[in-house]
């Protein structure tokens, strides 16, 4: 596939304009807010102001993330699958992490053809800034599977790539807070060059 116009045909994403330092002017960059409910909503929104055509051929998102034993801090990763690890119905029976009663399987695989990193890291989101989680989740954040859940239904490519601030431990708030910024620019070197030298 290709990719034509970056500024046209890939939306990037992410949650908050603090992580990009105001470093991807010239790119096409939907900021969300914190969580899957305003991902969701500003994922969906956007692309309801196309109407029937959404010009994009790929979502990539970008942010930060914690690893609790998987990788360090400062790595730059991709994650091409996403589950909801705040999604707990087992009471009713169903397993954990399945949203009841839809065909959706409880994890999203990535769609996108276009992966420069290829680590295929398993990212749970949820609604909570973890500092404690089991050691075999690799990467944890708060928006990635409710945006991989909207580009699912509307059939768009998508891809998510993190930045590692944190070991999701005790001391995750105040290494996010130093580290918030620092992604971007090995962002913008290991995936956007790579983008649009594919283009």
Known sequence: MS???INKKTLIVCALEMETQSQLDGYDVLYTGVGKVNATYKLTQHFGKHGSHIPYDLV???GTAGSPKKYKQGELVDCTKFFQRDMDVRGLGFPLYQTPFETIP???V???EFNPIGKESV??????????????????DMESYALAKVCHLYNVPFISFKYITDGADGNAGGDWEENVG??????????????????
């Open 3 to 5: 990719y034509g116009n």
């Open 60 to 62: 990539i998102n970008y």
């Open 106 to 108: 409880e994890t999203i």
């Open 110 to 112: 990535s769609n996108s």
């Open 123 to 140: 990212c749970g989101t949820g609604d909570s800034f973890v500092e404690d989680i089991e050691s075999w989740v690799q990467v944890v």
């Open 182 to 199: 620092k992604g971007v620019v090995k962002f913008k070197e290991k995936v956007l060059d790579k983008l649009e030298n594919n283009s």
